[in-house]
């Protein structure tokens, strides 16, 4: 990211460590990332599952529980340090200036409250508004992110609806509080590609009507071309890359990365076996010494053990860490 947009800068995460105190060892599951994310910009956090994307989403929320703790860092919301603020001040930021979708709504969802009800609180907590206004308020969101027959569901309980129509409960209570960052942690896995498709369309629209800007954490590569500005790629704790997304998928620089893209499936005939990156994300207990990419990179060599390499600017706000920058890729991942 260039100088200018972190001017804009409406989140910007400085040098966070998040680490877990296990009888096992200390899991540094977010070690060192920097995310800045621009005032109504879409930023994408990609990786594979186990790279830290969630735990940098829940270190931002303040939802860190033990033995997890953030050891190191800032996290600047709008310039002022949420990581000074005490237990009630980030209450009141989390919900109405800041809020999450999880992959999953009914973790967020409070399963013996009505969901037309969870709605309505959510609005009261930080507008002072009469009863009839908010319901009547929840039945104009619920008709605009389209749940059919609003009156009827408002009765609802989560249990009573699809994972389609909790997703869009969720979406409703962000619009309700017309949050100035939405973090969405894998907000369409478990919906079918129909169901998707409307979801990502409906947090384009709430970033339209109210600025906001949203945080897409996913490891769906073609979600992220569709709707981010600005793309990160975590591996094992760390980011490994990140440019603006033209720029990302026109000139993948990590092996990491390049590897990703060619793992997508391509609409072309004769393309044979699709390209899978060999082994798995490491154990955070026991990381390589050096690059952490380095056992399953096909460009490693002795330089890659030595030392993890720092995340360089290659100019215009591309960065990558990787100790050899200007590899050329062909297909099947060999140089
Ligand atoms: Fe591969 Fe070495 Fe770059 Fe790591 S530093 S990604 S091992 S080439």
Do not use: W
């Given at each position: 990211m260039n100088k200018e947009q972190s001017k804009e800068a409406l989140l910007e995460v400085r040098d966070l460590h998040t680490h877990f105190f296990t009888k096992a060892g200390v899991v540094k599951a977010v070690d060192g990332v920097d995310i800045t994310i621009p005032a109504g910009k879409t930023v994408g956090l990609v990786g594979e599952s186990g790279c830290g994307k969630s735990m940098t989403a829940m270190s931002i929320m303040g939802l860190i529980a033990n033995p997890g703790k953030i050891v190191q860092g800032e996290i600047l919301f709008h310039g002022k340090n949420?990581?000074?603020?005490?237990r009630k001040e980030y209450r009141k930021l989390c919900g109405n200036r800041l809020s999450i979708i999880f992959q999953e709504p009914m973790t967020s969802l409070?399963?013996?409250?009505?969901v037309g009800k969870q709605v309505s609180e959510a609005m009261f907590i930080h507008e002072h508004i009469s009863k009839e206004q908010a319901k009547e308020r929840v039945l104009k969101l619920f008709t605009e992110v389209g749940i059919p027959d609003p009156q009827r569901r408002y009765y609802n309980y989560p249990h009573q609806l699809s994972g389609g129509l909790r997703q869009r409960i969720m979406i409703a209570m962000a619009m309700a509080c017309k949050p100035d960052l939405l973090i969405a942690d894998e907000p369409t896995t478990a919906l079918d590609v129909t169901i998707e498709a409307q979801i990502i369309h409906l947090m384009k629209k709430l970033q339209r009507e109210n600025g906001t800007s949203i945080l897409m954490i996913t490891h769906n590569l073609g979600v992220v071309a569709e709707i981010c500005d600005y793309v990160y790629v975590m591996y094992a704790g760390q980011v490994v890359e990140c440019a603006d997304v033209y720029e990302l998928f026109k000139h993948p620089m990590h092996p990491y990365t390049k590897g990703l893209l060619q793992s997508l499936p391509k609409m072309?005939?004769?393309?044979g076996r699709l390209y899978n990156i060999k082994?798995?994300?490491?154990?955070l207990l026991k990381l390589p010494d050096g690059c952490r990419f380095a056992p399953r990179c096909d460009y490693a060599c002795s330089k890659c053990h030595e030392s993890i390499p720092a995340l360089t600017d290659?100019?215009?706000g591309h960065l990558i860490r990787c100790c050899m920058n200007n590899h050329q890729v062909t297909e099947g991942g060999k140089l």
């Amino acid at each position: 990211m260039n100088k200018e947009q972190s001017k804009e800068a409406l989140l910007e995460v400085r040098d966070l460590h998040t680490h877990f105190f296990t009888k096992a060892g200390v899991v540094k599951a977010v070690d060192g990332v920097d995310i800045t994310i621009p005032a109504g910009k879409t930023v994408g956090l990609v990786g594979e599952s186990g790279c830290g994307k969630s735990m940098t989403a829940m270190s931002i929320m303040g939802l860190i529980a033990n033995p997890g703790k953030i050891v190191q860092g800032e996290i600047l919301f709008h310039g002022k340090n949420l990581l000074e603020l005490n237990r009630k001040e980030y209450r009141k930021l989390c919900g109405n200036r800041l809020s999450i979708i999880f992959q999953e709504p009914m973790t967020s969802l409070n399963p013996v409250e009505t969901v037309g009800k969870q709605v309505s609180e959510a609005m009261f907590i930080h507008e002072h508004i009469s009863k009839e206004q908010a319901k009547e308020r929840v039945l104009k969101l619920f008709t605009e992110v389209g749940i059919p027959d609003p009156q009827r569901r408002y009765y609802n309980y989560p249990h009573q609806l699809s994972g389609g129509l909790r997703q869009r409960i969720m979406i409703a209570m962000a619009m309700a509080c017309k949050p100035d960052l939405l973090i969405a942690d894998e907000p369409t896995t478990a919906l079918d590609v129909t169901i998707e498709a409307q979801i990502i369309h409906l947090m384009k629209k709430l970033q339209r009507e109210n600025g906001t800007s949203i945080l897409m954490i996913t490891h769906n590569l073609g979600v992220v071309a569709e709707i981010c500005d600005y793309v990160y790629v975590m591996y094992a704790g760390q980011v490994v890359e990140c440019a603006d997304v033209y720029e990302l998928f026109k000139h993948p620089m990590h092996p990491y990365t390049k590897g990703l893209l060619q793992s997508l499936p391509k609409m072309q005939s004769g393309q044979g076996r699709l390209y899978n990156i060999k082994g798995m994300v490491p154990d955070l207990l026991k990381l390589p010494d050096g690059c952490r990419f380095a056992p399953r990179c096909d460009y490693a060599c002795s330089k890659c053990h030595e030392s993890i390499p720092a995340l360089t600017d290659l100019g215009n706000g591309h960065l990558i860490r990787c100790c050899m920058n200007n590899h050329q890729v062909t297909e099947g991942g060999k140089l």
